[in-house]
């Protein structure tokens, strides 16, 4: 796809893609393929796969947004990060294989409850035994904010769209235990965000 005009960018995702890559280093480091959902500007899967060379970074994102996302793919030329494919989670089937470690990142709030309910649904269709998934962006715990900038984002988010807002650990973690998966870790991380670990126990 030919490359014009500015790349989609978000200061957020530069700002970011460090403290997560600590994270990801220790996790991803023997593993060879990972697949993003709702991959955004493309900017993580850029670097992540650049600081990752020994696996394939499979970025992801819904239909309209794919042609987006691979902008910055194409213009990166890593070789092992190839075109980004649609995945919508609310679809039951992704047409996906399996992966060694699924990563996502701000995506949780956007998506609806519903959405949310999808996502974690549709993971097992994409996750090998003993697979990783890696989930960053902010949440509540037992129902409290983390910090008051939390609470206004929250905020924001449902004056923008009522379906979204910051979800609850606890019930996304349930989620993911009825996915087989169970939680290894839940790192704090700049900006009031958490970037939780789980391993997939049982598909
Ligand atoms: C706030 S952006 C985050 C983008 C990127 N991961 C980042 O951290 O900068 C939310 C992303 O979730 C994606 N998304 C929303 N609904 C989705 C769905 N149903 N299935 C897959 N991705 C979805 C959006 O298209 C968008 O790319």
Redesign the pocket.
């Known amino acids: 796809m030919p490359v014009s005009g500015p790349l989609p960018f978000?200061q957020?995702?530069e700002n970011n893609k460090l403290p997560i890559m600590g994270v990801l280093q220790r996790h991803l480091q023997d593993r060879t393929t990972v697949l993003e959902?709702?991959?955004?500007?493309g900017?993580?899967a850029e670097f992540f796969s650049s600081q990752l060379p020994q696996l394939v970074w499979q970025s992801s994102?819904?239909p309209d947004?794919v042609e987006t996302l691979n902008l910055r793919i194409a213009a990166a030329k890593n070789a092992n990060l190839p075109a980004a494919i649609a995945?919508?989670?609310?679809e039951a089937d992704w047409n996906s294989r399996r992966f060694d470690a699924i990563f996502?990142?701000?995506?949780l709030h956007?998506?609806s409850q519903a959405?949310v309910t999808s996502l974690f649904k549709g993971l097992c269709q994409s996750i090998q035994l003993g697979g990783l998934l890696l989930v960053y962006g902010p949440f509540k715990y037992r129902g409290d904010y983390t910090t008051q900038s939390n609470a206004r984002f929250d905020l924001w988010l449902k004056q923008r769209d009522p379906s979204s807002g910051i979800r609850d650990f606890e019930w996304v973690n349930e989620l993911a235990k009825g996915a087989g998966f169970e939680l290894i870790e839940d790192n704090a991380m700049p900006a009031n965000n958490q970037l939780l670990v789980w391993r997939s126990v049982s598909t």
């Open positions: 978000s957020a995702s959902i709702g991959g955004g500007t900017q993580h994102d819904v947004q995945i919508d989670v609310d996502t990142a701000n995506t956007i998506m959405s």
